[in-house]
């Protein structure tokens, strides 16, 4: 079974329109992150929620909006996206806030034409 | 803030025992982890060292000294299947205690 999973694994899009990803985890974490990672490799923390509630909302443009309909599930929706919006993006989950380790799920490979 | 520096590549041949150091600068401090990464896959947790000495996890190591604000990650009897990205991380300070990943080391193991 998969701990933790998101989709699409492959996003390729046009500028200006609007995609979301979904993150699902199946470990019963509290705490389920997003996380982007650059063409650099450099992994840099979006967002945080910890029992449907945001803790963690890093300097990202307003275009982007996490939704948590239950402590399992963290969504990412992006609106009139943009060519720097290309990476891959990382769903992860925690025990609790603080907690490690951090388990990734596979990416989302996001690619704006 | 939390910032933390490594080698962007390092290169050793298989049976070899390679290190990857991690330096950090933090406004709190909450243990150094490290994870892998290989192309095109998830992240996944190798250690942790929330105090100062050497945690042992098979052929993996990390080691941890807060005075000198350094670890490392040491790597022995190196396999092909090495070859991949290895990120340093810490916690800071701060409700959500967040984990700040350094820029990664890319280790590439030679035949």
């Known amino acids: 079974d998969t701990a933790v999973s998101q989709t699409p694994k492959y996003l390729v899009t046009q500028m200006g329109n609007d995609k979301s990803i979904k993150c699902e985890q199946n470990l019963g974490h509290d705490t389920m992150y997003w996380y982007k990672q650059d063409s650099k490799k450099f992994l840099k923390i979006m967002f945080s929620y910890n029992n449907k509630e945001l803790i963690i909302n890093e300097t990202v443009p307003n275009r982007f909006s996490p939704k948590s309909p239950d402590k399992a599930h963290l969504n990412l929706h992006i609106n009139s996206l943009e060519l720097g919006d290309s990476a891959v993006y990382f769903c992860?989950?925690?025990?609790?806030?603080?907690?490690?380790?951090?388990?990734f799920g596979n990416g989302t490979r996001l690619t704006v034409t | 803030g939390q910032s933390l520096e490594q080698p962007s590549e390092v290169t050793a041949v298989e049976g070899a025992i390679v290190q990857i150091n991690c330096t950090y600068q933090t406004s709190g401090f909450y243990g150094l982890s490290w994870y892998q990464q290989h192309d095109g896959g998830a992240p996944t947790f190798l250690s942790y060292?929330?105090?100062?000495g050497l945690e042992e996890t098979g052929r993996f190591s990390s080691f941890l000294s807060r005075s000198d604000s350094y670890g490392y990650l040491l790597l022995q009897e190196l396999q092909m299947k090495d070859s991949a990205s290895y990120f340093c991380a810490s916690r800071g300070l701060g409700s959500a205690r967040q984990l700040t990943f350094g820029s990664g080391t890319q280790l590439t193991v030679l035949p």
């Open positions: 060292n929330a105090l100062d």
């Open positions: 992860a989950s925690s025990q609790g806030t603080g907690d490690l380790p951090l388990h």
